[in-house]
């Protein structure tokens, strides 16, 4: 009789355990991966015998270069979202659309990777201090800001040229991750464009 009553009772609690595992099981939670894709709307022609550009690469302040969206929750304090990332570095999006921008533009004659081999005429060099959305206000904003150097190869000292800061605010449409990138899109392409005219008044360059 004892033996009967352990063996019940044993599996009771195994019904009872296999319950709770069971109910332990819930799907995982999907990453959503986002991609910036500032795209210049026509495409000029290259500038027949302009200045050869190369490109370096876009340095990214280390409180964004992560692929986690990063969110300012208050003048202090800033979030990252483990479930919603950029598809590659921002770093690697803002340079690679950057270049192809500029190569869009019509203002040079080539534009060019950093890590060509090709000797440019010049050097564009980038770094973005600021690239977040910014909740700590209603509505939230897309935050950008960038500056830009823009080096002479052809001098042997390498003076600056071209040396501004940009800074764009674009607010928000709604809360998901998907409106900031869209105004994110919308901030960098109008510094893109503030760049590209502010190059095409150069004495430099015309």
Not at 3 to 27: F, S
Not at 155 to 161: A, E, K, M, Y
Not at 185 to 205: M, T
Request: proline share 7%; hydrophobic share 40%.
């Amino acid at each position: 009789m004892n033996r009967r009553v352990l063996l019940l009772g044993l599996c009771a609690l195994l019904v009872a355990l296999g319950g709770c595992m069971g109910g332990l099981k819930h799907p995982p939670v999907e990453k959503r991966h986002f991609d910036l894709q500032v795209k210049r709307g026509e495409a000029k022609a290259p500038r027949a015998g302009g200045p050869t550009l190369a490109v370096r690469r876009v340095m990214v302040s280390p409180r964004y270069d992560g692929r986690e969206m990063v969110y300012r929750t208050s003048p202090t304090d800033f979030s990252s979202d483990f479930y919603n990332l950029y598809f590659v570095s921002p770093s690697q999006m803002l340079g690679q659309d950057l270049r192809q921008w500029l190569a869009q533009s019509g203002v040079f004659g080539h534009v060019l990777d950093s890590a060509t081999l090709v000797r440019p005429d010049l050097t564009l060099e980038t770094n973005a201090a600021v690239f977040c959305g910014d909740y700590s206000v209603k509505p939230g904003k897309a935050v950008v800001e960038m500056q830009f150097l823009l080096l002479d190869e052809r001098d042997p000292d390498t003076p600056v040229v071209f040396s501004r800061d940009y800074r764009r605010e674009e607010p928000l449409t709604g809360g998901e991750p998907r409106d900031l990138v869209e105004g994110l899109r919308r901030a960098v392409a109008g510094i893109y464009g503030d760049l590209e005219n502010d190059l095409r008044a150069l004495p430099a360059l015309r």
